[in-house]
C-alpha cells in the first residue's frame, strides 16, 4: 500500500472516531440537560420553600453558564409568580406565598434579558403587592433595557403611583428612580416618566436622599425635553 493511501486511511479512521465521539457526548449533554430540566421542573413545582430554593439555585447556575433552555424559563416563570399567579390554598389559607423566591426569580430574569422575561417582571410589577418583589421586578426591568412603545416605563409609573398610596418604600421609589435612569433614552413620551419622578420627589414618606436623586434626575429629564423642542424647531 502506498504511503500516501496509508495516510489517508488513517486521516479517515480518526476523524471518525472523533466524530462518534463528538456524537456521544453530544448525546451525553443532551441527556443530562433533559434530566437537569425534569429534576428543575420537580423542585419549582414542590410545595416545600426549600425544595424551591434549590431550583433557583440550579436556574442561576445554569443563566450564568449560558445553557437556559425552555424548560427552564417555564419554571423561572413560575416561580417568579409562587403565589400570585398560581396559589395552593388549605382551609382558605394561602400556602405558598413566598414573596423571597419570587424576588430572586425575579433578579435572575434580569440575566436573560428576552421579551418573554419582560414580559414576566411586567406582569410581576403590576400584580404583586409585596415592596420587595415589585422592587426586585422594577429592578430587573431597568437592567434588561427593554422599552418597546413605552411599556416598561408606564409599567413601573403605575406600580410607583400604587404603592406610593398603599405602602411608600424608599428602596422601592430608589429602584424606580435607578430604572428611570437606564431607559431614560429609550422612552418616546417622557409624560409620565417626569410625573412619576416628581411624585417621589415631594413625597415625605421617603428618605431625603431618594427624594433628592429623584429632583436631580427630573432636572435633567426636564432639560433634555428642552433641549428636544429646541432641536425640532
Known amino acids: 500500500m502506498k504511503p500516501l493511501k496509508k495516510i489517508a486511511i488513517a486521516a479517515c479512521s480518526l476523524f471518525l ?4 465521539a463528538a ?5 451525553e449533554e443532551e441527556y443530562l440537560s433533559s434530566v437537569e430540566d425534569v429534576v428543575i421542573t420537580e423542585l419549582a413545582n414542590s410545595d416545600e420553600r426549600d425544595n424551591k430554593l434549590v431550583a433557583l439555585q440550579y436556574l442561576e447556575n445554569a443563566v450564568e453558564e449560558g445553557r437556559v433552555s425552555p424548560d427552564m424559563m417555564v419554571a423561572l416563570d413560575h416561580l417568579a409568580g409562587e403565589g400570585v399567579n398560581t396559589q395552593s390554598r388549605q382551609g382558605g389559607r394561602l400556602m405558598n406565598n413566598f414573596p423571597d423566591i419570587r424576588a430572586r426569580a425575579c433578579d435572575i430574569l434580569a440575566k436573560v434579558p428576552t421579551e418573554q422575561s419582560k414580559t414576566t417582571l411586567k406582569n410581576i ?3 404583586d403587592n409585596e415592596p420587595m ?9 431597568g437592567e434588561i433595557g427593554l422599552n418597546d412603545n413605552d411599556d416598561v416605563v408606564n409599567t413601573i409609573a403605575w406600580a410607583n403611583k400604587k404603592n406610593a398610596v398603599l405602602n411608600p418604600t424608599s428602596s422601592l421609589a430608589l429602584e424606580v428612580l435607578i ?3 437606564k ?8 409624560g409620565s416618566m417626569i410625573q ?4 417621589i420627589a415631594t413625597n415625605y414618606h421617603y428618605v431625603k436622599p431618594v427624594r433628592d436623586r429623584a ?3 427630573l432636572k435633567k429629564l426636564q432639560a433634555s425635553n428642552k433641549n428636544k423642542n429646541k432641536d425640532a424647531k
Open 133 to 141: 418583589v415589585i422592587t426586585a421586578a422594577v429592578r430587573s426591568l
Open 196 to 199: 412619576s419622578v416628581g411624585q
Open 23 to 27: 456524537q456521544e457526548k453530544s448525546a
Open 215 to 217: 429632583l436631580n434626575l
Open 183 to 190: 431607559i431614560a433614552d429609550k422612552v418616546q413620551d417622557k
Open 17 to 20: 472516531t472523533f466524530s462518534l
Open 125 to 127: 410589577a403590576l400584580a
Open 179 to 181: 430604572a428611570y435612569e
